[in-house]
């Protein structure tokens, strides 16, 4: 039994209207009742194609030079940055990430996709010189082993950080400790 509620002022309460008709019986079925459906029938099949579209090069397949330097071959893209899959050349993907260690890169094998360490491709973290205009240190020391690992929200990264070796850092708890904003 279906009833319209309204307020009423006179007791500060809802309930049904009065003067309100009453039907029997269950209303119709709307779209609403069941989204899911709704999304299988309408959407499901373009979501899978676009997700599958990610497994390939997708558009950027047709461009055999990197679209940033015009010159070099086109392999990498990122995941985490907003290119919609674009792909870069080695030297421009590690030029835009100089900031952006925690990216998540990956290669082109030719079939397929490989993940690929920023640290691998020369990206380096340079602790101490964060208010410098080019942030570089004259005397950088490598970590320890060279082993630094680094866990973000995106996942597990080992990244190649290099200490300040120049003395102008302070000691090393401390360039880490300002590595951070918080
Ligand atoms: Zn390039
Ligand atoms: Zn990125
Ligand atoms: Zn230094």
Redesign the pocket.
Known sequence: MNADWTYNDEDDTFGPDDDASFSEGPRALRDSDDPNAQWVKNFASVFLQEMLRHEGRGGHAKFSVCRRCCSAIPEYR?R??LGGGELLCRGCLVT??RQ?FF?R?ERWTGNHFDKVKLKDLGVRIQLGHWDDVDGRCAHPLRAPGDDFVIIDVSGVHEVGVDFCGCGGGGHHCVQLLRASAT
Request: glycine content about 0%.
């Open positions: 990122c985490d940055c835009a990430h952006l990216h890169v």
